[in-house]
């Protein structure tokens, strides 16, 4: 089993994202985000991630559930929150 990454703090997830996420897929996903596993980004985001480890910035990841509804996963700089979420919820 891996260890993750960084705290999680509080999980929230936006109302489209509950309607139209898997949810399982999103649980799946915040154990992936957790651990490091940014999902569908690019290297510049990658790195970005890299560097938000290093010294506590925002983490951004983007992952596709079972029927393909495309969805992000961001921690705050403070760790204290993780958001589930829809590309136009943001």
């Known amino acids: 089993m891996s260890t993750a990454l960084f705290p999680l703090g509080n999980t929230v ?7 139209g996420v898997h949810p399982e897929d ?3 996903c915040l ?3 957790a651990n490091g596993d940014w999902g ?3 290297d510049d985001d990658r790195h970005s ?3 938000g480890l290093e ?3 925002r ?3 983007v992952y596709n559930d079972r029927a ?3 969805f992000w996963i961001i921690t705050e700089a403070d760790r204290s929150a993780t958001t589930v979420l829809l590309p136009d919820d943001y």
């Open 13 to 19: 997830i936006t109302r489209a994202a509950a309607d």
């Open 26 to 28: 999103v649980k799946l």
């Open 31 to 33: 154990d992936r985000h």
């Open 40 to 42: 569908d980004l690019g």
């Open 49 to 51: 991630n890299q560097v």
């Open 55 to 57: 010294q506590d910035l």
């Open 59 to 61: 983490l951004f990841s």
């Open 68 to 70: 393909g509804v495309r």
